[in-house]
């Protein structure tokens, strides 16, 4: 009786939580009676808080705080790599393939886009809707320097031999879609060829994969304690591929 006290008190306190952050993001009737607004309101509340976070972790702690954050999300990356790869079935010597990856997230996220280049060498996204894009406007950093540390985790698991992952265009600078790149080195009339994975069409499907979604989250929690760990034994001055690309500069 006690436990399921505190059970309900819990979900109480959490809703209510709940709805003062919902709250803060204004939305007129149309947008309560509208289910997709509420599963996009997760990720605006989350992305919204980044931007608020970033900058004041580096005003606070400089370079060396943001990169034990940034290593953080970059050991998450490593690790869900090869979860990734099995559960998306991967092939890391075609672009398009790699490409599933963001196909995969942007579903999570609500993100919608097209791909452009879907060859083996070579493809590029055009992420023309994204639920955060006015909050992300705060500080667009979130995306190029912190989401940007996770993906260069997987991706230099996945193949090491990729090109830095390009972000060219973001929707949160103003930029009519995010542009996202993905290109391997390769012999120029094996990287023209059309990716057996392409997928043509207004918009690629929304991967579901059952019990993928499960693994990473168990993966993820195992992530944070080893990439804890190690920051406490060893400071953040970790290694991480393709670090100067996503080092934060405000």
Same mark, same amino acid.
């Given at each position: ?10 979900? #109480?306190?959490? !809703? ?52 034990? #954050? ?15 790869? &099995? ?9 398009? %393939? ?10 999570? !996220?609500?993100?919608?886009?097209? =791909?452009?280049? &879907?060859?083996?060498?070579?493809? $590029? ?30 991706? %230099? ?8 992952? &390009? ?61 804890? =760990? $190690? ?17 934060? $500069?405000?």
């Amino acid at each position: 009786m006690v436990l399921f006290r505190k059970t309900k008190r819990l979900v #109480l306190l959490s !809703a209510l939580c709940y709805g003062a952050a919902v709250r803060s993001l204004h939305p007129g009737p149309r947008e309560l009676a509208d289910p997709a607004w509420h599963r996009e309101a997760p990720i605006r509340l989350l992305m919204r808080g980044l931007t608020r976070f970033l900058p004041a972790l580096h005003d606070r702690f400089g370079e060396r705080g943001v990169r034990a #954050l940034q290593y953080v999300f970059y050991r998450v990356g490593e690790d869900r790599a090869p979860v990734l790869r &099995e559960y998306l079935q991967i092939d890391p010597h075609d672009a398009r %393939s790699l490409g599933r990856v963001l196909d995969y997230e942007d579903g999570l !996220a609500g993100v919608r886009g097209t =791909w452009t280049e &879907e060859t083996k060498g070579r493809a $590029v996204k055009e992420e023309r809707y994204c639920p955060a894009a006015r909050e992300l406007t705060a500080c667009p950093e979130v995306c190029t320097r912190l989401m940007m540390a996770m993906e260069a985790g997987t991706f %230099s698991v996945l193949n090491p031999d990729l090109a830095v992952p &390009e972000l060219s265009q973001l929707l949160s600078k103003g930029d009519p879609c995010c542009l996202a790149t993905i290109e391997l080195p390769m012999a120029r009339k094996e990287a023209r060829k059309e990716s057996p994975h392409a997928t043509p069409g207004a918009f690629p499907p929304v991967l579901k994969v059952p019990g993928l979604q499960g693994k990473l989250a168990a993966q993820g929690v195992r992530s944070l304690i080893s990439a804890a =760990w $190690v920051l406490l034994t060893r400071g953040p001055e970790q290694p991480m591929t393709w670090y100067e690309f996503f080092r934060y $500069v405000p």
